[in-house]
């Protein structure tokens, strides 16, 4: 049971322009939100969060909108560099559970076209 | 170093032998998970360490698959009688604890001929 899903495995955009990422979860409890950006052959690296109380978070280009009746989250990347290609992942994560595990999307690869 | 570093960076073995993967946390992190990424599929979550605590082993795939972490410091994935299926690229990743946001090493590809 895949309980966060990112539908769209790629993503091509050009160069200055929005790029939108979407993810979509199941599970309801969850209440803590991530983005994180993955280079080939490297490690994942946090992008941004968002929590359950909020339904916007902005950090420079990366903005991250939660509708939580829609159970989606989504990341707008403005404007979009050829440096932002990438597989992008978001995670979720039920923090009143104490664990602090996260799940983790599938990842979409997004091109940016200069 | 500063960063979350995982040994060995690749690792070819025959199927059937037990592996041994590495992850030396950043310094002062309490929390410490093991991932791991199938071609073409996402970050499966395995295991995860938190302090003291009993780790929650809730993904670990099978009883071959073990983790142990000495403190808060390295930390151990071994994987016994090894499969074609386990080829993956195993992440480790640390944080303070709590929803914080986690570091990533970068990985270790197993390989399973």
């Known amino acids: 049971d895949q309980q966060v899903k990112q539908n769209s495995p790629s993503l091509s955009v050009q160069e200055g322009r929005i790029s939108i990422l979407n993810c979509d979860y199941t599970?309801?409890?969850?209440?803590?939100f991530l983005w994180y950006k993955k280079y080939p052959a490297e490690g994942p690296t946090f992008l941004i969060s968002?929590?359950?109380?909020?339904d916007k978070n902005e950090d420079g280009r990366f903005t991250v909108f939660l509708n939580k009746s829609a159970k989606h989250l989504s990341l707008h990347i403005v404007p979009s560099q050829p440096g932002d290609s990438a597989v992008y992942f978001c995670a979720a994560s039920r923090t009143t559970s104490g664990t602090y595990k996260y799940i983790f999307g599938t990842g979409t690869r997004l091109k940016v076209l200069a | 170093g500063a960063g979350v570093s995982q040994s060995p960076s690749n690792k070819v073995t025959e199927k059937g032998k037990d592996v041994e993967l590495r992850c030396d946390p950043i310094?002062?992190?309490?929390?410490l998970y093991w991932y791991r990424q199938s071609l073409g599929q996402g970050l499966e979550f395995l295991i995860y360490?938190?302090?003291?605590?009993?780790?929650?082993k809730s993904g670990l795939p099978s009883d071959r698959f073990s983790a142990e972490r000495t403190g808060e410091s390295v930390s151990t994935l071994t994987i016994q009688r090894t499969q074609q299926e386990d080829s993956a690229v195993y992440l480790c990743?640390?944080?303070?604890?709590?929803?914080?946001?986690?570091?990533f090493g970068p990985g270790t590809r197993l390989t399973v001929l």
């Open positions: 310094s002062g992190h309490t929390a």
């Open positions: 360490f938190q302090g003291n605590s009993a780790p929650d």
């Open positions: 968002i929590s359950s109380i909020k």
């Open positions: 990743a640390s944080s303070f604890g709590g929803p914080d946001t986690q570091y």
């Open positions: 599970n309801s409890m969850f209440d803590y």
